[in-house]
């Protein structure tokens, strides 16, 4: 399992992370891309000596400055769920586009006949 | 590369560049060590105190922290009683 996937399983969940510097943040995970640059919602903010702390409605981490994600432990169980979808979704994707394709033409034919037919005749 | 992939699924400690040392199950990383350890716990050593475990969960650690990896083996590992270990604390190599 990828650790991108996971963070990408991770969207909408709360989520802690500590930048290398030792300052953490804690909010929900909005977005990431494949850098581990993060948006976080909702978000208190704690000083590296966790002596202080502030509250951010949204942030941006940059992310080569993160040190480590910490994760509500059901979400490992969530990637395996999504993974299993997105293959149905791709690989059977062009299976599925070919059946659906057989009924699929059959009532996209009849839809054209209909829709063209009346088209020519609107316009003749 | 490959080589961390036979200590998928396995027990592994981390040792981390701030000095951290973390055990945890590996379930996963990529090119850049990325690393995804679940059920981990942090190991914080001490030279007047045993060994104190905080349990810490699902973790993904970035691989510009990591220093080493190493599996863990377990049958062993259960035979030490931590409480009884003293050791000075690993030093952080992020800051002077």
Not at chain 2, 4 to 31: A, H, N
Not at chain 2, 72 to 83: F, K, P, T, V, W
Request: net charge neutral; charged share 25%; proline share 3%.
């Amino acid at each position: 399992m990828l650790p991108l996937s996971l963070l990408n399983t991770a969207q909408g969940h709360p989520m802690l992370v500590e930048l290398k510097n030792g300052e953490t943040f804690n909010g929900h995970l909005v977005n990431c891309d494949n850098w581990m640059n993060l948006t976080l919602r909702e978000v208190i903010q704690t000083s590296p000596e966790g002596n202080r702390f502030w509250r951010l409605p949204e942030c941006y981490i940059r992310g080569n400055t993160i040190k480590y994600l910490r994760v509500p432990d059901e979400i490992i169980e969530m990637v395996k769920e999504d993974a299993f979808r997105q293959r149905q979704a791709s690989s059977g994707g062009s299976r599925g586009r070919g059946a659906r394709g057989n009924t699929g033409r059959g009532r996209e034919g009849n839809a054209r006949g209909r829709s063209g037919g009346g088209g020519r005749g609107g316009k003749f | 590369m490959a080589e961390l992939q036979k200590f998928v699924d396995l027990t592994v400690e981390i040792i981390t560049s701030d000095g951290r040392v973390i055990v945890g199950l590996l379930k996963g990383f990529d090119q850049t060590i990325n690393v995804i350890l679940s059920n981990c716990h942090e190991r914080v050593y001490s030279e007047n105190e045993g060994v104190e475990k905080m349990s810490l969960g699902l973790y993904i650690i970035r691989g510009d922290n990591i220093v080493l990896i190493g599996e863990l083996d377990q049958e062993r590992d259960a035979s030490i009683n931590l409480s009884e270990i003293r050791a000075a604390p690993i030093n952080d190599i992020t800051r002077r």
